[in-house]
Nanobody, 119 residues
């Protein structure tokens, strides 16, 4: 029932910007924490940013702080990741995920969208 569908990935030059979208459906997400993860080649999947669906409070990995912004549009059931000043090391598959605020594990995942930062 729960579906998370990412879009917006692509190829961008260093210093460029992309905005990823995650369309969420299947339930009300008012009690959920939404996260953006990424997995680069040869590396573990890491949490990039998260946001509380209800209140909008957000957190970021140090590696993206000041460059990325996570946001959500409750009316559209969509979570965004605005990525600015992109670096080659940002290259990864980016995943949208969701978990109940009362849980520790992310139980719902999107299929991922490729972001490639290269000149």
């Amino acid at each position: 029932q729960v579906q998370l569908v990412e879009s917006g990935g692509g190829l961008v030059q260093p210093g460029g910007s992309l905005r990823l979208s995650c369309a969420a459906s299947g339930r009300t997400f008012s009690n959920y924490l939404m996260g953006w993860f990424r997995q680069a080649p040869g590396k573990e999947r890491e949490l990039v940013a998260d946001i509380n669906w209800r209140g909008g409070s957000a957190g970021y990995a140090d590696s993206v702080k000041g460059r990325f912004t996570i946001s959500r549009d409750n009316a559209k059931n969509t979570v965004y990741l605005q990525m600015n000043s992109l670096k080659p090391e940002d290259t990864a598959v980016y995943y949208c995920a969701a978990r109940l605020v009362s849980e520790r594990n992310y139980d719902y995942w999107g299929q991922g969208t490729q972001v490639t930062v290269s000149s």
